[in-house]
């Protein structure tokens, strides 16, 4: 079992930056890979991106490609998501997610989940 809590979230104006953390509890969090999902209002949950269990892999979304960036302490159970040159379309809330299979964008295949935090991004 993983519990999972983010944090970090707010109002930030297009063009800033956030940064995003999600602290685990329970067992083995090294072993888990992590995924960071967002959910507009009136959208489906959407991949943003994946860290694989040692930090050594990531994978992002096309849409947040070459401005966020994810990373993790697993000697702090933590991982990050790292948000630069926000736009307004990034406006969501924004769930930190577990994976003990392997390597996936897919929502449902992710075991637990936090229960998010939202980001507003001004224009």
């Known amino acids: 079992q993983v519990q999972l809590v983010e944090s970090g979230g707010g109002l930030v104006q297009a063009g800033g930056s956030l940064r995003l953390s999600c602290a685990a509890s329970?067992?083995?969090?090294?072993?888990?890979?992590m995924g960071w999902f967002r959910q507009a209002p009136g959208k489906d949950r959407e991949f943003v991106g994946q860290i694989n269990w040692s930090g050594s892999s990531t994978y992002y979304a096309d849409s947040v490609k070459g401005r966020f960036t994810i990373s993790r302490d697993n000697a702090k159970n933590t991982v990050y998501l790292q948000m630069n040159s926000l736009k307004p379309e990034d406006t969501a809330v924004y769930y930190c997610?577990?994976?003990?299979?392997?390597?996936?964008?897919?929502?449902?295949?992710?075991?637990?989940w936090g229960q998010g935090t939202q980001v507003t991004v001004s224009s």
């Open positions: 329970g067992r083995a969090f090294s072993s888990y890979s």
């Open positions: 997610a577990a994976d003990s299979r392997g390597w996936s964008t897919n929502a449902r295949t992710y075991d637990y």
